[in-house]
C-alpha cells in the first residue's frame, strides 16, 4: 500500500497529500466504495451536509476496522445555515449523522455573498475548533476578498481553501494568494471531470515518458503544485491507482505544459464564487 505523504497545516495537524471524495456516493454501494478507498489507503474522506452522505462516511469508517484517528473526516456547512446558532447547529448535526465526537477539517461549502453571513459561519467554526469539535477549520470557494473578511474579522486565517481547480482552470493566482496567507490549496474536480484533457499532448506525453496514466499525470501535477487534490471513483482499480503518484515526478516543463491548458474561465459549470450560491 502507497505511503502518501502529508502536508503541514497552519495550525499545526496534518493532511494526506491526496483525499477522496464522496460525491455523489451514497447507500450501501456507496458505503462498500468508500471502504474500498480506505482499503487501498486513502485516509481522508471528504464530505459534506448537501452531499446527503454523511450517515455512509461514517459507516464506513466503522466498516473498515481502521482506528477513528487513524482516518480523517472532512464535511461542509452549506449556505442556509450560515448564521452563527445555525452554524454550529450544523456542525453538531453532521457529527451525528457521522457517528463521531469531532471532524477533523470543517469547512464553509460556498461564501454566499449575497446573504452576507459567511464571517458569522467563520465565527461559529472558531468556537468549535476551540471547544474541541472540530480539529482543523476552513473554507471552500472563497475568493481572496472573502479570505481577508474573516481574516480581518477573527484574526484566524482558514488552514484550508477547497476550490475547483485542474488542469483548465489552474487557479495560479489565487494559490499565490494561499501561499502568501498559508492556506493549503485543496482541489476538488481535480481532473476536470467531462472536460479533463486526458487526450491533451501536454497530459499524453508526460503519460508516456514516465509509464503512467493521463489521469496520474494530472493527480501528480496537483501534488507538484502543492494542491491536494481529492479524486473520486466507486471503481477499486481506478481508486489505487489514483493514490499511486508518487513514485514518478514530472520535470518543470511537464508541469508548466499541463497549467498553460489553462483557459481564461475554465470553470465546469460557472461556479464563481462571487455570484454562484448554493444552500
Known amino acids: 500500500m502507497a505511503q502518501i505523504p502529508t502536508y503541514a497545516l497552519n495550525d499545526g495537524t496534518t493532511l494526506p497529500a491526496i483525499g477522496f471524495g464522496t460525491y455523489p456516493l451514497r447507500g450501501e454501494a456507496g458505503i462498500r466504495a468508500m471502504v474500498g478507498a480506505l482499503e487501498a489507503g486513502y485516509r481522508l474522506l471528504d464530505t459534506a451536509v448537501n452531499y446527503d452522505n454523511e450517515f455512509e462516511v461514517g459507516e464506513a469508517v466503522r466498516r473498515s476496522g481502521l482506528p477513528r484517528d487513524e482516518v480523517l473526516i472532512a464535511s461542509?456547512?452549506?449556505?442556509?445555515?450560515?448564521?452563527?446558532?445555525?452554524?454550529?447547529?450544523?456542525?453538531?448535526?453532521?457529527l451525528e449523522r457521522l457517528g463521531v465526537e469531532h471532524t477533523d477539517l470543517h469547512l464553509i461549502h460556498w461564501p454566499n455573498p449575497s446573504q452576507g453571513t459567511y464571517v458569522e459561519a467563520w465565527r461559529a467554526l472558531v468556537q468549535l475548533q476551540k471547544d474541541g469539535l472540530v480539529r482543523s477549520i476552513g473554507v471552500s470557494n472563497f475568493t481572496p476578498t472573502h479570505l481577508q473578511r474573516i481574516i480581518d474579522d477573527t484574526g484566524v486565517t482558514p488552514a484550508v481553501n477547497q476550490v475547483e481547480m485542474h488542469p483548465r482552470f489552474p487557479q495560479a493566482e489565487l494559490r499565490e494568494v494561499h501561499e502568501r496567507l498559508g492556506i493549503r490549496t485543496e482541489a476538488w474536480s481535480p481532473m476536470g471531470k467531462r472536460r479533463a484533457p486526458l487526450e491533451e499532448e501536454a497530459v499524453t506525453a508526460a503519460a508516456s515518458a514516465h509509464g503512467v496514466s493521463p489521469?496520474?499525470?494530472?493527480?501528480?501535477?496537483?501534488?507538484q503544485l502543492g494542491s491536494l487534490p481529492i479524486p473520486?471513483?466507486?471503481?477499486?482499480?481506478?481508486?489505487?491507482?489514483?493514490?499511486?503518484?508518487?513514485?514518478?515526478?514530472?520535470?518543470?516543463?511537464e508541469v508548466a505544459a499541463i497549467t498553460a491548458l489553462g483557459e481564461d474561465d475554465g470553470r465546469l459549470f460557472g461556479g464563481d464564487p462571487d455570484t454562484h450560491e448554493e444552500m
Open 76 to 94: 461542509k456547512i452549506p449556505g442556509r445555515h450560515h448564521a452563527y446558532d445555525d452554524a454550529i447547529a450544523s456542525v453538531r448535526g453532521s
Open 215 to 223: 489521469g496520474q499525470v494530472i493527480l501528480r501535477w496537483h501534488v
Open 232 to 253: 473520486k471513483s466507486a471503481d477499486p482499480a481506478r481508486q489505487a491507482q489514483n493514490l499511486d503518484v508518487f513514485g514518478f515526478e514530472l520535470t518543470d516543463d
